[in-house]
């Protein structure tokens, strides 16, 4: 763990935060393929109903972890201050307080999703061929919640610790045991949309048993005792002060993108499966801005508890100019060759064509990301997470919903027009960040 520590804290700035980004951007790999593999191998052995129906379902379960994954930042960032501060005692109470807190979220959730799984659908304007099965997916992916959960907190810790490694060691056990069974569960059983959800969940179960293990077996650079999971209120109030805005924003945002994809379910068949290919595909184009955002979480909240500010800003910096080569062949690749990504996931040509439409309209959104998520980043390091809650807000439903809606009502429309309230978007973002980083640099650099 010293190790870690003076990597974070001392000497050059790239190797390590490259080092620290490459197994997060692997993990995150993982989980777009461990999400994008149900829709693939449903896609090659199902129908259009059934693509649109993992489509929509996973769409609804990505909405649930993301506002999760907002949550747990509140314990990277704590973890990560208190070791940039050499404070274990403090460290020690997080995690007693982080096991509190996501035990009860958990339990919430798992009931309340299942139980809703039907309104659910139907609020989202599933196509009527497809309902049925999207409704069946949600359940028994609900029902799993508590593994999306646990996986997600036990995550958040390792990154607080500088530990992007045992989060990549956990997804690819979930991805193995995911692909296995999708292919025997819908390959060879043909369950279905069905099949792809049982597989889901099996996969979650078995990582976080793997990632309980691991712990148990390894132990954490700091003891925890029975003290730490007893008064821990104070504990849990920073956790969820930090991370309910992030999990807000994130919530907000993907809600915001299943409204859009209610709209277009009004469409047809062929244009709701198109947009769930679409946002499947975004993680992986995404993924090098979206592996330095968390990085950038970890690493300046280290560099923040040990009282290095101008360190944690170059650091914003190195993790731009890496993310703004790769959004720029992302920009170029989706608008050129959108239809050879969405032959991935479909064999319907029309659906092929309809995702390549929908995939030249947000292009240009590629191009502002990098910025935009690696001053996410900084900013969750320093801890203001409520202006990244309102960021998402503001850029959600005050730009892409509004504009989709319009766009959508207009007699010349067709997705490719929809598609381009995605960047128009991400341009309000981008102004936002730029205007409050150097507010809060110029305050913070004063310090």
């Known amino acids: 763990m010293q190790k870690t520590e003076n990597t974070f804290l001392e000497g050059r700035i790239f190797p390590p935060l490259v080092k620290f980004a ?12 461990y999400g994008a593999v149900d829709l693939i191998i449903v896609g090659k052995f199902g129908s259009t109903s059934s693509v649109s129906a993992v489509s929509n379902g996973s769409q609804i379960m990505h909405a649930v ?29 997080t995690v007693g307080a982080m096991v509190r807190v996501f035990s009860v979220i958990a339990i919430i959730l798992t009931v309340l999703l299942t139980a809703l799984s039907e309104q659910i659908a139907l609020v989202m304007r599933v196509p009527e061929e497809a309902m049925e099965k999207t409704v069946v997916y949600l359940r028994i992916c609900s029902a799993g919640t508590v593994f999306i959960v646990a996986f997600n907190a036990i995550s958040g810790l390792f990154r ?26 819908v390959g060879v059983f043909k369950m279905d949309a069905a099949g792809a959800a049982i597989a889901t969940v099996f996969s979650q179960a078995g990582s976080v048993a793997f990632s309980l293990w691991k712990i148990k077996k390894d132990g954490l650079p700091f003891k925890v005792t029975k003290k730490h999971y007893a008064k821990t209120g104070g504990y849990q109030k920073k956790i969820l002060k930090t991370g309910t805005p992030l ?26 499966a198109s947009i769930g290919i679409a946002q ?73 064509a309809a995702t390549h439409l929908y995939l030249k309209g947000v292009s240009l959104e590629y191009l502002m990301l990098p910025v935009i998520f690696c001053f996410l980043g900084y900013f969750n390091g320093i801890g203001q997470t409520t202006f990244v809650f309102l960021e998402g807000f503001v850029s959600s439903f005050i730009f892409r919903i509004p504009v989709s809606y ?26 936002m960040c730029l205007t409050y980083f150097f507010m809060v640099r110029k305050k913070r650099l004063r310090l």
């Open 22 to 33: 490459i197994p997060l951007l692997l993990s995150i790999l993982l989980q777009a393929l």
């Open 65 to 93: 972890t993301s506002a999760i994954i907002g949550l747990t930042v509140g314990v990277t960032v704590l973890i990560g201050r208190y070791v940039g501060s050499k404070d274990d005692e403090r460290a020690a109470a």
């Open 160 to 185: 607080g610790l500088g530990n992007s490694k045992s989060p990549l060691l956990f997804i690819t056990v979930a991805c193995g045991i995911n692909v296995v069974l999708d292919l025997v569960l």
């Open 247 to 272: 999990a807000a924003q994130e919530l907000l945002i993907s809600i915001s993108f299943l409204i859009i994809m209610s709209i277009i379910n009004n469409i047809g068949l062929v244009a709701s």
């Open 280 to 352: 499947k595909l975004f993680l992986f184009l995404a993924i090098v801005p979206i592996s330095f955002m968390s990085a950038l979480s970890a690493f300046v909240a280290q560099n923040i508890g040990a009282g290095q500010e101008k360190r944690a800003i170059k650091s914003v910096g190195i993790a731009m100019g890496v993310s703004l080569v790769f959004g720029l062949c992302m920009a170029v690749l989706t608008y050129f060759r959108g239809d050879m990504l969405a032959a991935i996931f479909e064999n319907n040509s029309e659906v092929i």
């Open 406 to 431: 319009y766009i959508s009502r207009q007699p010349w429309a067709n997705l490719f027009h929809i598609g381009l309230a995605v960047p128009i978007s991400a341009a309000s973002s981008l102004i």
